[in-house]
């Protein structure tokens, strides 16, 4: 279970929003896991934006993990359903084997683009 603070800047509208992401993965062995995210972006005027996605993990190290998958911004008052793709890289400095920290780095590609930047600490279960 990995939660993050984030910020999101959208390239289309340049309007940059606070968030926070949840992520539950499970790993089939140290390399390779998959699973579920949910963000939530709070906009201005009281918007929530949120997203699903599905996730594919990667750790090449032990330091570094890569999810990409599908993402879904959910429609709400201002906006419609879009899919568009999800990248994000976590960089993970162990305190112990079962809970990390570190910062984030992240895209969802689409009609609208975004660009994340946060803080994520996970816990392994």
């Known amino acids: 279970i990995i939660t993050s603070a984030i910020y999101a800047f959208n390239t289309q ?5 606070y968030g926070t ?12 896991g998959a699973g579920l995210s949910y963000t939530v972006l709070f906009e201005e005027e009281n918007e929530k934006i949120q997203q ?9 190290k032990e330091w570094l993990t890569i999810n990409a998958g599908p993402n879904f911004r959910l429609p709400s008052t201002n906006h ?6 999800y990248l994000e890289t976590e960089f993970n400095y ?15 590609i689409g009609e609208e683009t975004e660009l994340n930047l946060g803080l994520q600490i996970g816990f392994e279960f």
């Open 80 to 85: 419609d359903l879009e899919i568009s793709a």
């Open 13 to 17: 509208t340049e309007a940059g929003a």
């Open 94 to 108: 162990r305190l112990r084997n079962w809970v990390h920290f570190g910062p984030l780095l992240g895209a969802t």
């Open 52 to 60: 699903l996605a599905l996730l594919g993990s990667y750790n090449p």
């Open 21 to 32: 992401e949840f992520h539950f993965t499970y790993w089939m062995n140290h390399v390779w």
